[in-house]
T-cell receptor, first 108, second 113 residues
Framework: KNEVEQSPQNLTAQEGEFITINCSYSVGISALHWLQQHPGGGIVSLFMLSSGKKKHGRLIATINIQEKHSSLHITASHPRDSAVYICAVGQGAQKLVFGQGTRLTINP | SQTIHQWPATLVQPVGSPLSLECTVEGTSNPNLYWYRQAAGRGLQLLFYSVGIGQISSEVPQNLSASRPQDRQFILSSKKLLLSDSGFYLC????????????FGPGTRLLVL
């Protein structure tokens, strides 16, 4: 079993829909990261959180430390949100352990 | 502002040939540097990290090596490539003392034939 599990693996939705991507982890962490990888491969860090909730534009990330679970939400989704979303957990000062990613496709 | 560069962007190499991928960071000093690999259909995997010049830690045994000859330069090498070395290689940096956020380079897509 992977230390970081994401669901769903693939998600297709219509423009405007509310999107939720889930991440569960089984190890102790220092922080949890949400990353976005575009088709060209480049990766952008979206959020880093260790408790509670963060919001940036139409993106919202939450984490429940007790349940070892995080969610990434996208409101009013748009085709440009299409990407692979990756959950990663920080273990100590150096190591990030990554989930397999969720491929999101938003159709116009 | 800080920027991170990787080259080449794409590389096709025969099995058994050597490899050298370069990563440089601008606009910061004494960063932590990382090499990751993303194999087809798989998640990112940490290969090496460095906390300073000449200091390399390896996360997984393999035929790859890393070096940090300068503060903001990180090199990934191999003497003889294997088919299984194909993948997308990403370099990343973070501040030595600070938040855990890592900033990723554009990546190098390597195909070993």
């Amino acid at each position: 079993k992977n230390e970081v599990e994401q669901s769903p693996q693939n998600l297709t939705a219509q423009e405007g829909e509310f999107i939720t991507i889930n991440c569960s982890y089984s190890v102790g962490i220092s922080a949890l990261h949400w990353l976005q990888q575009h088709p060209g491969g480049g990766i952008v860090s979206l959020f880093m959180l260790s408790s509670g909730k963060k919001k940036h534009g139409r993106l919202i990330a939450t984490i429940n430390i007790q349940e070892k679970h995080s969610s990434l939400h996208i409101t009013a989704s748009h085709p440009r949100d299409s990407a692979v979303y990756i959950c990663a957990v920080g273990q100590g000062a150096q190591k990030l352990v990554f989930g397999q990613g969720t491929r999101l496709t938003i159709n116009p | 502002s800080q920027t991170i560069h990787q080259w080449p962007a794409t590389l096709v190499q025969p099995v058994g040939s050597p490899l050298s991928l370069e990563c440089t960071v601008e606009g910061t000093s004494n960063p932590n540097l990382y090499w990751y690999r993303q194999a087809a259909g798989r998640g990112l995997q940490l290969l090496f990290y460095s906390v300073g010049i000449g200091q390399i830690s390896s996360e997984v045994p393999q035929n790859l090596s890393a070096s940090r000859p300068q503060d903001r330069q990180f090199i990934l090498s191999s003497k003889k490539l294997l088919l299984s070395d194909s993948g997308f290689y990403l370099c990343a940096w973070r501040e030595l003392a600070g938040v855990e956020t890592q900033y990723f380079g554009p990546g190098t897509r390597l195909l070993v034939l």
